[in-house]
């Protein structure tokens, strides 16, 4: 199998037209990222993947420590093979520095900065050295495509300046509950990162970048992670203050986030974005977001790579392609590509039909050039892979009494007075009061056990059940656990003594090989703990063999696998088999979760169970121990 020929030499004028929704030949692929082993394929020699040599940036600082980006004389001979129009120079990540024990200055990326105090105390923010250390790479790829004499363009990867703060700078947890408690700092850092990266972008324009794509994921597939007032008042300006230099001087700006952004989407449109990047589909549905934003801003991605281009045939991954083309083409404003990147556990084969498939099926040529919403619905209702249509989401501001929303009324359940006043500080995430207000109770005569039932387990249910719903976000659920926590390190004492609390079961999670997000479990963790599980956590990045020898330690009822990467899931087959080899299959439930994971995977894989967000997953193990016993 190989590349076929396409009509049309890479030209960035056909990127740009698909961003303006004008008339084009063919629908543009361009990907942000195809890893080494597809490239060494391409060209029949090693060149780094397409965003760096010897370093993988779009996993991380760390993986950027020491890397260059892909000498542009290969990336345009890539460009050249596959038809992509545009090149790409990455600069994710804020360098904010620490110095080291040695003296030397080196990215912060061990999550390490907790409080206000170690950032004045330990942290060096960027400044012009940064800059100039990626900006002789914008230079360097300016003077090789006005060499090659091709019509490539290339643009910057930037600015992922909320990113770098909860998965390196201070880690996920603390950074969304700082925005509750101590949104000043956070909104402070964001100032700073918003400075650095305008200059960045003015310094890029200037040496001849041909458009900016800023990036920075703040959504899960089921919404984003902060409430939207908060992401409009907190997030949105500087963002808007990044992309200015380029709109300025008429740049064109994609975005690029994960998960389901369907609230900022209009936000962006108005700031001057002319595209989005990568319509997750584990949170959008492609034909739902042509209908609704189709005719006013462009859309790439959504190909989904971990099926059918990780584990489908090459039939499924043209079917799928032909699919998206059907809906997306008519009417412009499509860039054809992967919901992430061109990942080394795709096979070769399927990539290669993946962009024969863009070619064949993305000419205009002979297609109806106007947008239907007529055929987008018919193309949905035919389509084997239908995704629930996007519903509407209930508002509601955050629960701390901080943010300016009062605590809950009385719940039904949920006994009146003290335990009421328990209910109301879970539910609001109120860690500060809580200790007091459960040696209050216990002070009445109420037993550990009846504050658990009667105030502790409803209150933490409804947290994860308006999550999910949308009603609460990540920062109310990750306080209320804490609020949780601090209850329970008061009664599980009496509990032990008393021997009065049966455990529902025991459950061993970890994220799995590759993946260092831990936002996921946690929440699962958070919530199991909430509603009476023992949890044994193994953290992060996770070989097969550490989830076994857990199980052999502990012998529990459930395992959990959490990956937030696609990039990270094809280690799930490698866990299963791994549990089968050691005879240890059939003794333990499995379930997997993450912002990639499906039930479809699930099922492939051989995963018993599958939990669409952290309250979901509780949920399912109920049930599946309750069956079970």
Known sequence: MQFEPYSGEPDIERLFSAFKRRKVDRVPNFEVLIEDMHVEKMLGRYAGNTLAIGGDPAKGIEEAKGSRPMHPEDYIEVCKVIGQDALIVEALWTPFKKRAKDGTLTI?????????????????????????????????????????????????????FFQTLYEFMIGMETSMTMVYEERDFIEELFETSSAYWTKFVKRAVEEGVDFIWPADDVAFKTGLFLPPDIMKEMWLPHLERIIEPALSAGKPVMFHSDGKIDEIVPWLIDAGVQCIHPMDPYGIDYREYKKKFGNRICLAGNIDIEFPLAHGTPEEVEQEVKRHMEALKP???????????????????????????????????EGKWTFSSEAVEKEAEKTVKAFPAAKEEKKRQPAREAAGVEAPGHRAGVAEGILQQIYDQIYTGDHEKIADTVKKALEQKHSAIQIIDNAMTPAIKAVGDQFSTGELFLPDLLLAADAMQQAMNILTPLIEKSGGLA????????????????????????????????????????????????????????????GLLSTTLAGIPEQIAALKKAGLREKVITIVGGAPVTQDFAERNGVDLYGKDANEAVHVIEKALEKNH
Do not use: W
């Not at 400044?127 to 910057?156: L, P």
């Not at 024969?356 to 099926?361: C, D, E, K, S, V």
């Open 503 to 562: 455990k529902k079961g025991k459950v061993v999670i970890g994220t799995i090989r590759g993946d260092l997000h831990d936002i996921g479990k946690n929440m699962v963790k958070a919530l199991l703990k909430g509603n009476g599980f023992e949890v044994i956590d193994l953290g992060i990045d996770n070989e097969p063999q550490s989830f076994i020898d857990a199980i052999k330690e502990n012998n529990p009822d459930v395992v959990g696998y959490s």
């Open 331 to 365: 009417g412009g404003g499509y860039v054809a590509c992967s919901s992430h990147s061109i990942v080394n556990y795709i096979p070769h084969e399927n990539y290669i039909t993946m962009i024969n498939a863009i070619h064949r099926y993305g000419s205009y040529a």
């Open 108 to 160: 912060v990326a061990d999550r390490s900065i907790k409080s206000r105090r170690d950032y004045e105390e330990l942290v060096t923010p960027p400044d012009d050295n940064d800059i100039e250390e990626r900006m002789q790479y914008v230079r360097e790829y300016r003077r090789a495509i006005d060499r090659s004499g091709t019509k490539i363009g290339f643009c910057v990867l930037v600015s992922a």
